[in-house]
């Protein structure tokens, strides 16, 4: 079991100490992570307790201690799951072979780009999240967004550190631009499309813990695999944290069904909007936009970057000892497909190489995944007695990436005409009322114990502690 050197400036795993150039570079680096976070992480918190979980270890139990910090003073350290005994690269051309412990140079820039790409997610979450400390519905909801920044800035650490150790002055490059770029900002932008998009509003924030963040368990789920070994225990251990950012998600949209659930059952047939409740077709719509644009953020359905990330043995599937095949050569995968002529848009499914289809393997062990989420708010709905579902739209619904992007498909998948979509975009995706509305509902609660109206309780506080514990020290 490798210790954590927790009273270094970086707490770490990985020896730092016994690698000082490598120490006084990422020494370097901390102060312009501070001052990032000081612009860019939450905006007007900086200064409160939050009683936060920081990882200490990387012991299956035991791995986090919780208490009130200040969010810069939180121990962002470099924290890698310790090896497998006997590990192999587990698929591609190399399979069997012995795992990389440095960057095989053929594979320098391949792998570069994927670090930076994962990489580059984690602060763009963080500037996407900034203002939403104004208007939590919660102490227990705002106490729960800042783990989630606090933790993605630590994935951040992780990331760099990994640029730093193995790759040289291009590494270090990297990591001052992934401190430069800025989401949303249209000479800079941060590096995947989903990233860019403002999250505005706690529906939008728990929509994004559940669907776009869920992307970010599958990649690192599928880099886990990696046979580039220090990535492969990086992103084990960054799994370990991500779990509950996916929780947030999920009780988050649960809670407001909940809610909503409540309001119909005390007041059938009036509008929840006047009952300060969020209407379950705008939870709809809220699924539709997020949904959609997480889909895109795993690439094109048939690429060839994904085989070149297969075969190179960096990036697996999520699931890859669960298959027979390591090495898919040979293989096919069947991808539906818009139809080439005609143009109108219809699907046919066409067989393509599995290794080119890896995107879409991922994809789907994302989708189902979503799918059991759903499933768990549509018990809600079933229980509260009402006949209303919610449901994930089909694949080629709102994509900007792709082999359905440029097209417009409904949400039930049907190819729809220019003017079909325009005329029923509003029922498909939120529309500036529904944005309006939801707006309207975001007022902070900052007394412990005390929810919002449009939000159900949690079933139960962060840390065994009662729902009414100070998790934010407001004054
Ligand atoms: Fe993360
Ligand atoms: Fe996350």
Redesign the pocket.
Known sequence: MSNVDLAARIPNNVDLDHDPRLQRALEKWLPDYLSWWQAMGPQGWQARDVYLRTAVSVDADGWARFGHVKMPDYRWGVLLADPVPARTIGFGDHLGRPLWQEVPGEYRNLLRRLIVTQAD??PA?VEQQRRLGDTAPSLYDLRNLFQ?NV??GR?LWAMVYLLHRYFGRDGREEAEALLARRSGDPDRPRILGAFNAPVEDWLSYFMF?MFT?RD??YQLLALSQSGFDPLARTCRF?LT??A???FVGETGVGRVVQRTAELLQEAPGRDVRERGGIPLDTIQKYVNSWYSISLDLFGGEVSTNASDFFASGLKGRAKEPDYEDHVALGATYTVRRPTASGGDGRLVAEEVPLRNAMNEVLRDEYVEDNQRGVDRWNRTLERAGLAFRLRLPARPFHRAIGIYAGRHYSPEGEPVDEAAWEARRDEWLPSASDRAHVADLMRAVHEPGRMAGWIAPPSRGVDGKPLDFDYVRVT
């Open positions: 997610t984690e979450s989630v933790e993605e994935h813990t963040d970010g368990k960054m944290e991500e509950h950012h996916m």
